[in-house]
């Protein structure tokens, strides 16, 4: 029996006991990696010689400095756009390849800091722009609960090695629902945290205001744990709010009102992934909460709205990948701004160039006014329509995606249909409110999550309900 197929406290609890060695926790991580990873391709990056010294060092511990990490010994798998010091970090594409960080991101820091073992660099959509992990300069990832679906997206090689069994936990980021996705699509959990929760230093950014590092896992105490991890102060980061997230006792939610979107179960929704929710609505009704309907006018206009920010900020912040600085540099050129553009050419990747390309036409003179500032007042409503929701309900309740995880290049010659996989999530990123996809079901024997949503900071309560209809 493996290891992960118990608790991480409990896991935590047999190293700190000496009952189970951190160096045996990390040879079962890296034993499943080498059977499973070349055929579901979730690393990019795998550290064996690193994952093993740290193991010794965790085991040369005593008793006493063992307990107080909360991760002691526990393995673990890092999304590859988080910088971690002197381990490739390659985000996802050829322009980062080689590249290694002369830091740890703040949440890296602070699982190390815990005592858990970074084991790898997982693999995702570059840049962190996709739904599906098909758009990886190292190769597309699969699903391990059938390798001809994709694993969702961006953050697919951290759900899909979750889901794989080869670590228990996993860093992941979320810019417009790319960890709550493929946890969806992997039947796994994943947390994407109120902006400004969990730092985002060290984070390489797609879309600065969006972006948020959250937990993956397989359950929902799991995640709660490494929340608890991540979160708080560091003053490295402008946008950090300083708040902490404390892993308390899970409460009840009598009495609470659990909001149905109606905007959610309209159009677009299968009949099976319509069932699957409406069993969670009965759960939670049967442990004391109340449904109520309530109303989000402005979602209609998320996915318009997110990819007008979201590459605006995308042509910003990939500027710096020039060249000159670090990551790959064009061969054979005649002057810097030949450089400049052979190396982004070669560098980038077609959906990345597409997004860059809508981002300088958005923000560009004469079109600012039309696109940009328009979907920054939009995004407003939304998160209105979101505050006026919370007056009425404590949570909100929802589908995760339309339908299961799709076959592997079914979307890739339809953008559109391809964004749209992302319409219940892109707008808690919008508002800045946390969410979190728990395991629901399956059709047709693909997972299917269901999504909570809180007012910002209400992870506690969210996480209560999301305890129940898990």
Known sequence: MSFFDTSVAEIVKAVQSGTVTAAELVEKSL?????????INAFITVCSDEARARAKEIDALSAEQKSTMVLCGIPIAVKDNISTKGIQTTSGSKILKGYTPPYDADSVERIIAAGAIIVGKTNLDEFAMGSSNENSAYGIVRNPRNTNAVPGGSSGGSAAAVAADMVPLALGSDTGGSIRQPASHCGIVGIKPTYGMVSRYGLIAYASSLDQIGPMGNSVEDCALLLSVIAGDDRRDSTNARKTYSNDAFSSVKGKKIGLPAEYFGEGLTDEVRAIIDEKKAKLVEAGAELV???LPHVSHAIATYYVIATAEASSNLSRFDGVKFGHRAEGTTSLIDMYKKTRAEGFGEEVKKRIMLGTYVLSSGYYDAYYLKAAQVRT??????????????LILSPVTPAPAFMIGEKTSDPIQMYLTDIYTVSANLAGIPGISVPAGEVN??????QLMAPKWGEKGMLDAAKIIS
Request: proline share 3%; glycine share 6%.
């Open 31 to 39: 034993a499943a990696i080498a059977e499973k990873n070349e055929e």
């Open 293 to 295: 309907t309530v109303h």
């Open 381 to 394: 409503l939304i998160t209105q329509d979101f505050e006026n929701a919370f007056k009425e309900c404590n």
């Open 445 to 450: 024997g693909l997972p299917v999550g269901a």
